[in-house]
């Protein structure tokens, strides 16, 4: 896209009448249908719904794993492919993927060490939105700290609990300064206190570098903790039936359980996924 021009206001994503299919004939499922989502940059979106519903069909067309076989889907104004050369996307998949013979400040490290030209790239799509330059090895070191991880850092993957794991995970995909960050229910695996406990990190981490985030969850309380807007899917075939934003103060932190509005959002997207799930009209 050489020569392009950053325009300001430009979406962080553009899903425009997207579907996919998988497999032909009669045996071909339709994992997505006629799907249409604008996400403004800097904003922390959750997709909920049924298992089948295309989430993770959803989150892999962004992150450029998989292509549409209709529509049209837009990173910043270029397709998913152009923006992954560029290091503009960042991925938390549900195992944290860790090179297991390489200490946890390598593995975090070492994306920077790849691909080097994807600065480049950055420059000739002519986006900036507040990104910077790449982290310093030193930059990464306090991102690891500040993620409770500063004892752990010299240690070797296998060393460490899951969540742990996780952390070094999260870190590393932060530490790229990716313009949107997609994550597939990271904390799924994990106990509810060491769940909790990582939504605190993930915020700290998010409030500080506002990346965009769009993050696949089953849990409720998880999307509305965590979420300025809460995507509800269906699932036969898989699509949007609600989009609701979070109006809740931030930060936000374990005060927010008690309080009444959170309950209402949570009745209110418990409500819409039983009614997607039973085909009932909005």
């Given at each position: 896209?050489?020569?392009?021009?950053?325009?300001?206001?430009?979406?962080?994503?553009?899903?425009?009448?997207?579907?996919?299919?998988?497999?032909?004939?009669?045996?071909?499922?339709?994992?997505?249908?006629?799907?249409?989502?604008?996400?403004?940059?800097?904003?922390?979106?959750?997709?909920?719904?049924?298992?089948?519903?295309?989430?993770?069909?959803?989150?892999?067309?962004?992150?450029?794993?998989?292509?549409?076989?209709?529509?049209?889907?837009?990173?910043?104004?270029?397709?998913?492919?152009?923006?992954?050369?560029?290091?503009?996307?960042?991925?938390?998949?549900?195992?944290?993927?860790?090179?297991?013979?390489?200490?946890?400040?390598?593995?975090?490290?070492?994306?920077?060490?790849?691909?080097?030209?994807?600065?480049?790239?950055?420059?000739?799509?002519?986006?900036?939105?507040?990104?910077?330059?790449?982290?310093?090895?030193?930059?990464?070191?306090?991102?690891?700290?500040?993620?409770?991880?500063?004892?752990?850092?010299?240690?070797?993957?296998?060393?460490?609990?899951?969540?742990?794991?996780?952390?070094?995970?999260?870190?590393?995909?932060?530490?790229?300064?990716?313009?949107?960050?997609?994550?597939?229910?990271?904390?799924?695996?994990?106990?509810?206190?060491?769940?909790?406990?990582?939504?605190?990190?993930?915020?700290?981490?998010?409030?500080?570098?506002?990346?965009?985030v769009l993050f696949v969850t089953?849990?409720?309380?998880?999307?509305?903790?965590?979420?300025?807007?809460?995507?509800?899917?269906?699932?036969?075939?898989?699509?949007?039936?609600?989009?609701?934003?979070?109006?809740?103060?931030?930060?936000?932190?374990?005060?927010?359980?008690?309080?009444?509005?959170?309950?209402?959002?949570?009745?209110?997207?418990?409500?819409?996924l039983r009614r997607a799930w039973h085909g009932?009209?909005?």
């Open positions: 896209m050489d020569g392009s021009v950053y325009v300001a206001d430009t979406p962080a994503l553009e899903l425009r009448s997207v579907y996919r299919v998988y497999g032909f004939g009669a045996s071909a499922t339709q994992a997505l249908d006629d799907v249409d989502l604008t996400v403004p940059a800097g904003r922390f979106v959750s997709l909920i719904g049924p298992s089948g519903c295309g989430k993770s069909t959803l989150l892999r067309l962004v992150a450029g794993l998989e292509r549409p076989d209709g529509g049209e889907v837009r990173v910043h104004g270029v397709p998913p492919e152009q923006a992954c050369a560029a290091k503009m996307i960042g991925l938390v998949p549900q195992s944290p993927a860790l090179l297991p013979w390489l200490s946890v400040v390598r593995n975090v490290t070492l994306p920077q060490k790849i691909n080097k030209g994807a600065g480049r790239r950055r420059e000739r799509i002519a986006h900036t939105v507040g990104r910077g330059a790449a982290p310093t090895a030193s930059e990464l070191r306090e991102l690891l700290v500040k993620a409770g991880l500063g004892e752990a850092m010299h240690k070797l993957p296998a060393q460490l609990s899951g969540g742990m794991q996780q952390r070094a995970a999260i870190v590393r995909a932060f530490g790229l300064r990716p313009d949107v960050l997609v994550m597939d229910e990271p904390f799924s695996a994990l106990d509810e206190f060491t769940r909790e406990s990582l939504q605190d990190q993930l915020l700290d981490l998010w409030d500080e570098l506002k990346t965009t089953h849990s409720v309380s998880e999307a509305v903790r965590l979420s300025d807007t809460v995507v509800v899917m269906a699932p036969r075939p898989g699509r949007i039936v609600d989009v609701i934003d979070v109006d809740l103060p931030r930060p936000r932190n374990e005060q927010l359980f008690a309080e009444r509005r959170f309950h209402e959002y949570e009745d209110q997207i418990r409500d819409r009932e009209a909005a």
